[in-house]
């Protein structure tokens, strides 16, 4: 990972597929790359942009194999949420009634830490992923972050929630309004798909989400998903 290209190998480990799938998902234009004499070539940003727009697609099986190919070295691999998130972290009164004002609130919350650096690169950043597509899902969740890592700007990755009293307009499929927040900021691109992917098996369960809309405070909504995160194989 550390030149500017990957492998055809590589990409196939990251991804958690065998080489002959990420092959033939290349040559029919579904997985961005490139020739490059002769062999396929991968810019890691670029892959991970397509991860991203695909997470949504992905069933639980798919999400845990993606996860387990990232592996950060930044996270607890036995509950990865735990490195990252904290109650401080955790706002159950969000004060928003549209996007901008829950992106704007989220960083704050963020904030909390003392390890965002440069909150309005964030923020900016945060509003550049949501340009692209939006981060909702049909569950009323909405897990925004930026399109690239921010090691620049963080001190340590990390995570924080945000629940509105009611829906706003997010732009999740299908016009479902979003209650739920799940801020993730990542100084590598491995903790930031890993905490994606973990996030998107936990979220994937209507027990969880109706024990974060319905916990009494902050320090219930982080230990209900450090639970879970625990829990989960």
Known sequence: MSRDFLNLDEVAAWLGKDRRTVE????????????????WRFH????????????RTLDAAELATLE???KSTELD???PLKTLLHSETCEIQLDASTKPAALQALVEVAGRTWQIW??????????????????????????PHPRNPLPEVLGQSLIA????????PFGAPKRTLSDLFIL??????????QILARLGRLLQSAEILDGLRSAPSGSDICQLLLDADARIN
């Open 118 to 143: 440069d909150p309005a690169a964030v923020l900016n950043a945060v509003h550049e992923r949501e340009q692209v597509m939006s981060t909702g899902f049909e569950n009323g969740v909405a897990i």
């Open 184 to 193: 993730v900021l990542a100084r590598d691109a491995r903790t930031h798909l």
């Open 161 to 168: 929630f945000g629940r509105t009293s009611s829906g706003i």
């Open 77 to 79: 691999q036995q509950s």
């Open 24 to 39: 033939k998902m290349v040559q029919r234009g579904v997985l961005p790359g490139r020739r490059i004499g002769g062999e």
């Open 44 to 55: 890691p940003a670029e892959v991970t942009h397509w991860v991203e727009q695909d997470l």
């Open 68 to 70: 387990n190919s990232q």
